[in-house]
């Protein structure tokens, strides 16, 4: 019952981040609300870790681990903090939807895993075709959208390498260890930031600014982090990915109850396509079964082509 509530909170907590991260931004610039989040969340997650009975390693494998995971929350965090003033809230969520095949297709070339099938590199095409569908239908609406739409790629990008590198690093951490040594990480991060961009905060804060800060602070950063890790520890990893389809879904729904957002027929249409892709993405072994029956016909055309051209060439002498 508990890894079923966990899976629930984690549905929600992902679905409802992007319109949350729209709210913070009501009253702050981007910098401003990324960092703050980041440092409350590092601050926030040492009484945790006590509570959990771990504390920080700094081992050398332990270091290169939050450095790669910082990868995921300053790079990431960054680009979509920029690019989320441009676009719906639920637009970033379903762009977020190509984290699972990017980082498929980064530890198939970085980690030599080899889960990269035929039908997996249609599915990314597919989805691809999406994006491109998604990106040319803001773009006819609005000319400030490319910037919310680079800024939440680039995002995905670094989200995707972040987890294929703190994979490839295999500190074997504690969940809560690695999430805290990452957040204090980014916060050195975001704190040599500081000269470029700096941290303005209004004089009058706008609450629902605030309460959007809150509740990426405690639930976006570190609630949903412990539970994800919670719901993947109990639950087969086909099963935690079906929130990637789901949550996209929701976070439309949310920003259009919550920010009255609405995606025009076009935007919906190429995210209908790009989760499609998605889809086939997590279930793909049908189809690979039909590519694999296809294969012996195409094997036996090449033998057969072989013979042929050693045929000709022995004629020839």
Not at 38 to 67: D, E, F
Not at 128 to 145: I, Q
Request: glycine content about 8%; charged content about 10%.
């Amino acid at each position: 019952m508990l890894i079923i509530v966990a899976y629930l909170f984690v549905i929600f907590i992902w679905s409802t981040t992007p319109v949350a991260i729209q709210f913070s931004l009501g009253g702050l610039d981007f910098f401003t609300a990324v960092s703050l989040r980041m440092w409350l969340s590092a601050l926030l997650s040492l009484p945790l870790l006590l509570i959990l009975g771990q504390r920080l390693v700094l081992t050398r494998p332990a270091l290169m681990s939050y450095v790669a995971g910082s990868l995921g929350v300053y790079g990431a965090m960054m680009s979509v903090y920029w690019g989320a003033a441009y676009i719906p809230s639920g637009l970033i969520s379903v762009l977020y939807g190509l984290s699972p095949m990017l980082s498929g297709a980064l530890a198939y070339w970085w980690l030599g895993e080899r889960e990269l099938t035929p039908a997996r590199i249609i599915a990314l095409l597919i989805a691809l075709c999406g994006l491109a569908l998604v990106v040319s239908a803001r773009m006819m609406l609005d000319a400030e959208s490319w910037r919310g739409i680079l800024g939440t790629v680039v995002s995905v990008l670094c989200f995707a390498a972040s987890a294929v590198w703190v994979k490839a690093a295999n500190a074997g951490l504690h969940p809560m260890v690695q999430t805290s040594g990452t957040l204090w990480v980014s916060s050195l991060a975001y704190a040599l930031s500081l000269p470029w961009f700096g941290v303005h905060i209004p004089d009058a804060w706008p609450f629902s600014s605030m309460l959007g800060l809150g509740y990426l602070v405690v639930f976006g950063s570190l609630l949903g982090f412990m539970l994800y890790f919670l719901v993947l520890k109990h639950l087969p990893t086909s099963r935690v990915t079906l929130i990637t389809l789901i949550a996209p879904v929701l976070a439309v729904l949310w920003g259009y109850l919550l920010r009255d957002e609405r995606l025009q027929w076009s935007s919906a249409g190429g995210a209908a396509l790009l989760l499609s892709g998605l889809a086939l993405y997590q279930w793909h072994q049908s189809m690979d079964r039909c590519l694999r029956w296809l294969w012996p016909f195409k094997a036996k055309t090449e033998v057969a082509n072989a013979m042929d051209i050693h045929a000709a060439q022995q004629e020839k002498h």
